[in-house]
């Protein structure tokens, strides 16, 4: 049905789902039915996801972040699951009320583009003075405000960032990220890292090649579709009708010329997890990092669950994996 949809109209379309609102898109009066999902297909998944993402927000709250910078393409998921469980995971104030998210940014930045040019950690480690100055001066120009123009603060000016990659792998990917913006904006007040899962690293025994056995479920080197986004291409942004774009060309990634079906349903199952959690249909299985000069985890499994921490811990103990204890939370509250 689209194939005479033009680029300009699909770039159109997928910002349009980009931006759309995380707590007014999905009425609370839905309701979820496992068979709704086809990428995040089981409940223990999306709990598992959930309490990925309370430990991102769990990071992102003690460090006061201002600005998320999600490295594409696979971290931007994240970023949607961050947009749309904030309201529910984020810190509550004193008052009762919940700080605003960090301002979500995005960078394509991976160890295949750069590793040619800055080294890779197998061979004599990463060495960001070989990163050229004009990629330097390009990425800052990106993060420049469109006004005023004469200024030489950019968006990370004096805030705190926050850099989230998918998953950990090599360990490249993040710290060349770290590393490009730590040398492209000096004047940002504080620069982190966060891994939102770790990986489960293997080596083969016959190649020595290292693989991963634990990827997120939309995580694909094959596949350039399910995220929204493309790949870099150097000549499509040269030939951006937006400025920002064609300076950003080294570093950001294009859209499709055609709508992304496939990432536009895991955006529209993204929405039905933070739904199903606000319902009680899923369980909030806490980061253990959380504490009282935040929220102490035993008042966040009170408001987010719904349940005593008493009768949480006895769901727990007697339901030892995530499989078996969202089963018995979900039992417990169809009983009521």
């Not at 947009?83 to 009320?97: A, N, T």
């Not at 120009?141 to 990370?156: C, G, H, N, S």
């Not at 959380?290 to 005593?308: A, H, L, P, Q």
Request: a negative charge.
């Amino acid at each position: 049905m689209y194939q005479h949809i033009d680029y300009f109209t699909s770039l159109c379309l997928n910002n349009y789902m980009e931006s759309l609102n995380p707590v007014e898109s999905t009425p609370n009066s839905i309701e979820v039915q496992d068979d709704d999902y086809h990428i995040l297909l089981t409940p223990e998944l999306r709990a598992e996801y959930i309490r990925l993402t309370d430990s991102l927000i769990q990071e992102m709250a003690t460090q006061q972040t201002d600005v998320a910078i999600f490295l594409d393409k696979s971290a931007r998921p994240i970023a949607w699951m961050v947009s749309e469980l904030w309201d529910q995971l984020g810190p509550k104030l004193p008052d009762g009320s919940t700080p605003p998210p960090p301002e979500i940014k995005f960078l394509n930045i991976d160890r295949e583009q750069w590793g040619a040019i800055l080294g890779r950690s197998e061979d004599q480690g990463i060495s960001i003075e070989l990163l050229p100055q004009d990629r330097v001066d390009e990425l800052r120009a990106v993060f420049k405000p469109l006004l005023p123009k004469d200024t030489d603060e950019t968006m990370l000016t004096g805030k705190r960032v926050m850099i989230v990659d998918e998953i950990r792998i090599s360990g490249d990917t993040l710290e060349m990220a770290h590393k490009i913006l730590a040398r492209a904006f000096p004047d940002a007040e504080d620069i982190q890292s966060h891994y939102w899962m770790n990986g489960n690293i293997k080596t083969d025994t016959k190649s020595g090649v290292r693989y991963n056995t634990n990827l997120p479920v939309w995580y694909s080197d094959r596949e350039v579709t399910g995220r929204l986004i493309g790949d870099r291409d150097t000549t499509k942004s040269s030939q951006s009708m937006s400025q920002r774009q064609q300076i950003g060309r080294y570093w950001l990634s294009t859209a499709f010329r055609e709508p992304d079906e496939k990432g536009l349903e895991l955006k529209r199952e993204v929405k039905l997890l933070a739904e199903e959690l606000r319902n009680h249909n899923l369980p909030y299985i806490p980061s253990p990092s959380w504490d009282k000069e935040t929220e102490s985890v035993e008042d966040r499994i009170k408001r987010i669950n719904g349940i005593s921490v008493d009768e949480y811990v006895n769901l727990r103990s007697h339901n030892p994996t995530v499989a078996s204890f969202v089963q018995a939370y979900r039992n417990r509250n169809q009983s009521y």
